[in-house]
């Protein structure tokens, strides 16, 4: 969907339900990760680049003092006091997310006036492309807007990761939020998520694409894959002796292989493999070195599929598939986005072999798993905005 079509679709949908027209916009957007996976909550680093997919807040004042939520992605409304500190709804309730920012709003003593929003979004929902981040994100910028205050980008990108922690319950790093509020059109990020230091890296060659598949599988059955995945690297962590994976060598890790469980000693040597591999990616995309930032990503794809276990057999179908055409068939790498179970794969294309790659993926991924994927090329959009106030 167009950047205009989505604001036009959501200040209409606003002025249905509310029956004025929209006072403040803000719009965030949903990411994909280029390589550095399950490093975020390990120190590490990332590389992510937002998507010019966005989800867009509109509010108005109003003037009984209550706060309302609603959204074009579902029919449940919230509303409360805007002077009431908010309190989490039960699990899997979409207002967790914006509730969960108006109260970090809140516990940061800032007082929110009355308003009627309206969230409306393009970002696929559930689809491993951030949608909770960009959600969160466009509410803080709309309360921005709403306060006529600005908060420090990572302050906010913190405030929207606690949302994340105490009202939706994920225990997620950091790069989601962050990449939502300091993304830059044409420009990856590269992300200390340690120092919080990051570098705008340019992508702007028009020899080569993005190109994300979504699966439409989603196999995460308990949900306590991501947090038992996190307490494993803080095991292997305190074994070898370290404040985070980020600090351990590939040498350390083999030294202490034998007091390690297996598992943990897996999972470990894909964080610190993926951590040094993110630099490498980093600075292969600096140089324009297409086929060596494919292969990095070939390589974390197999250490998340093999060492970290967070594929699954449409992930690898996909990765599959695009290894089969090859750097001639236009295909540099492509590996699994995000925290994994399902959700999107993400290839860096020669931009005139998309069309027959994207249909080969498709049809042979339609053919094998009798499930249709969708496919969209992206360039990188841009961090959160305010858009009118
Ligand atoms: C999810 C989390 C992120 C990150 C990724 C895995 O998207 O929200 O913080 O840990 O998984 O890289």
């Not at 990572?154 to 990449?179: N, S, T, W, Y």
């Amino acid at each position: 969907m167009q950047w205009d079509d989505l604001l036009r679709e959501g200040a209409n949908a606003f002025e249905t339900r509310y029956g004025t027209a929209p006072t403040w916009i803000a719009a965030a957007p949903g990411r994909v990760n280029l390589i550095g996976e399950h490093t975020d909550y390990n120190d590490g680093y990332v590389f992510p680049m937002a998507l010019e997919r966005y989800t867009v807040a509109l509010g108005a004042p109003r003037n009984d003092g209550r706060i309302c939520l609603a959204s074009s992605a579902d029919a449940s409304v919230v509303e409360l006091p805007a002077g009431e500190q908010p309190q989490p709804l039960p699990k899997g309730s979409w207002g967790n997310y914006p509730l969960g920012v108006l109260a970090g709003f809140a516990r940061r003593g800032h007082r929110l006036p009355g308003m009627n929003v309206w969230i409306h979004s393009s970002v696929p929902l559930g689809g491993g492309l951030s949608s909770s981040a960009a959600l969160e994100v466009a509410i803080a910028t709309l309360c921005e807007a709403a306060l006529g205050i600005e908060l420090d980008p990572v302050e906010k990108a913190l405030l929207c990761q606690e949302a994340e922690h105490r009202f939706a319950g994920m225990p997620c790093g950091i790069m989601d939020q962050f990449i939502a509020v300091l993304g830059r059109a044409d420009h990856a990020l590269l992300l200390d998520c340690r120092s919080r230091n990051f570098e705008h890296v340019p992508m702007q060659d028009p020899d080569v694409a993005v190109l994300v598949i979504n699966t439409q599988v989603k196999h995460e059955l308990t949900g306590s894959e991501y947090p038992t995945r996190r307490k494993q690297c803080e095991q292997a962590a305190a074994t070898l002796g370290v404040p985070a994976l980020r600090d351990a060598t590939p040498d350390q890790l083999e030294t202490a292989r034998s007091k390690l469980d297996p598992v943990v000693y897996r999972r470990a040597r894909h964080v610190i493999g993926e951590i040094a591999r993110t630099l490498q990616a980093a600075e292969a995309f600096r140089n324009r070195d297409w086929v060596r930032a494919g292969e990095l990503m070939y390589a974390s794809h197999a250490s998340l599929r093999d060492d970290y276990e967070v594929s699954c057999p449409e992930l690898d179908l996909v990765v599959e598939l695009a290894r089969e055409r090859g750097v001639e068939g236009g295909v540099f790498g492509c590996r699994m986005t995000g925290g994994g179970f399902g959700g999107c794969a993400v290839a860096l294309v020669r931009t005139g072999a998309v069309p027959a790659v994207q249909a080969h993926i498709q049809a042979a991924y339609r053919a094998r798993t009798g499930i249709e994927p969708t496919l969209f090329v992206t360039r990188a959009g841009q961090g959160a905005r305010v858009v009118q106030r």
